[in-house]
């Protein structure tokens, strides 16, 4: 059976201008830093807004392993933190992907404007509360990011929507 894909999307460079609407590139040297420890570092504060609309929510620091894909990717699904952001910060990559899209208006995913970024070693995401995004995506070889979000074992910890079969949006990545 042939999969049906509605549109193709070409992935563009991760910057702090085209990702705003989504959420926070998190790197250093994106804002002006301060000397510490001694003036062996440069400290860069506020780097991303983190969010939680829960008190029963606690802040969650994992690490994700992930396992490079192949291009084009096909996005199936997109899921969205309804209560909390969520940072993603390699610890170790090469380029991987993210795909975004903000709310249509009866809530769910506006697929026809869904958007993807190619992200660089040194380069963070902090998606805000409610923005709807794909899993993230190694590219070139095996990952591994430290994500924070808050969490309280719910179902609203997580919510994700399917594709319909016709919806499917394919990326490509030009180099």
Not at 115 to 120: D, I, Y
């Amino acid at each position: 059976m042939s999969e049906h894909v509605s549109r193709v999307i070409v992935a563009r460079r991760l910057s702090p201008e085209g990702f705003a609407p989504f959420g926070d590139v998190v790197s250093a040297g994106l804002a002006p830093g301060a000397l510490a420890n001694q003036g062996t570092a440069v400290r860069f504060d506020w780097s991303a807004r983190l969010e939680n609309a829960r008190d029963s929510a606690k802040p969650n620091l994992a690490v994700f392993r992930s396992v490079p894909q192949g291009l084009p990717f096909t996005v199936k699904l997109l899921e969205h933190h309804p209560y909390s952001s969520q940072a993603f910060l390699p610890m170790r990559c090469e380029r991987y992907l993210v795909c975004v899209a903000p709310s249509a208006p009866e809530g769910g995913p506006d697929v026809e404007k869904l958007e993807a970024f190619v992200c660089g070693p040194g380069e963070g995401v902090n998606y805000h509360r409610g923005v709807w995004h794909h899993p993230i995506i190694a590219l070139d070889a095996p990952a591994e990011f430290a994500m924070l979000a808050w969490e309280d074992g719910s179902e609203g910890d997580c919510v994700v929507r399917q594709f319909a079969e016709p919806s499917r949006v394919r990326v490509q990545v030009d180099d």
